[in-house]
């Protein structure tokens, strides 16, 4: 069946250092591919997304690139902030044959950035 | 304008008993989602609704969960006979329209703590 698997956390960072969280899936068909953030006290909120093979989805500094050929959709930035430290969440939503559109997430990632 | 909002934002109840979690979608968004979040986890879906028809209800875990959404809006999870291990944050999300690679919306989520 469809399945994430994220890096385990929690990842601590300092101010301005580069961040990459792993994220690699399993799926049937041709899945999208997302990243949500969940800030402290707050709900889940769309990051990113991506639809199609070598896409490259991008906001806030952040960003991923559909990988096909390694099944991986790695969240990096190159100067994370303080007001980043939140979870992380990769998901997959399989456009095959049911095309409910349910998502299917990855365990998340907690992030800490430092000063 | 509105988000999604979620009534209970707590909900405490003993084991055995029956409980209601409701979901207000954004306006004129016929796509509506369950998942179910426990700690250190990413969420898991439940059920999908597409007007008032539940679509996809493979992620319920068993008969004791039930969910309606009567006029296409408002949705309303049940649990019967609540057991310790229903214990988590239950989230709600909804979408614009038919099921598309796009965003869904997530509520804030009812937390559900069963003594």
């Known amino acids: 069946g469809n399945s994430v698997t994220q890096m385990e956390g929690p990842v601590t960072l300092s101010e301005e250092a580069f961040l990459t969280i792993n994220c690699t899936y399993t799926?049937?068909?041709?899945?999208?591919l997302f990243w949500y953030v969940q800030y402290p006290g707050e709900g889940l909120q769309l990051l990113l997304k991506?639809?199609?093979?070598?896409d490259k989805g991008s906001n806030k500094g952040f960003e991923a690139t559909y990988r096909k050929e390694t099944t991986s959709f790695h969240l990096e930035k190159g100067s994370v902030q303080v007001s980043d430290s939140a979870v992380y969440f990769c998901?997959?939503?399989?456009?095959?044959?049911?095309?409910?559109?349910?998502?299917?997430f990855g365990q998340g990632t907690t992030l800490q950035v430092k000063p | 304008g509105a988000g999604v909002s979620q009534t209970p934002s707590n909900k405490v109840t003993e084991k055995g008993k029956y409980v209601e979690l409701r979901c207000d979608p954004i306006?004129?968004?016929?796509?509506l989602y369950w998942y179910r979040q426990s700690l250190g986890q990413g969420p898991e879906f439940l059920i999908y609704?597409?007007?008032?028809?539940?679509?996809?209800d493979s992620g319920l875990p068993n008969d004791r969960f039930f969910a309606v959404r009567p006029e296409g809006s408002v949705s309303t999870l049940k649990i019967q006979r609540t057991e310790r291990g229903d214990s988590a944050v239950y989230l709600c999300?909804?979408?614009?329209?038919?099921?598309?690679?796009?965003?869904?919306?997530f509520g804030p989520g009812t937390r559900l703590t069963v003594l």
């Open positions: 999300a909804s979408s614009p329209g038919q099921p598309s690679p796009g965003e869904q919306f």
């Open positions: 799926a049937t068909g041709y899945p999208s």
């Open positions: 991506a639809t199609k093979a070598d």
């Open positions: 998901a997959l939503s399989d456009r095959g044959s049911s095309n409910t559109g349910k998502l299917i």
């Open positions: 306006s004129g968004h016929t796509a």
């Open positions: 609704f597409q007007g008032t028809g539940a679509a996809d």
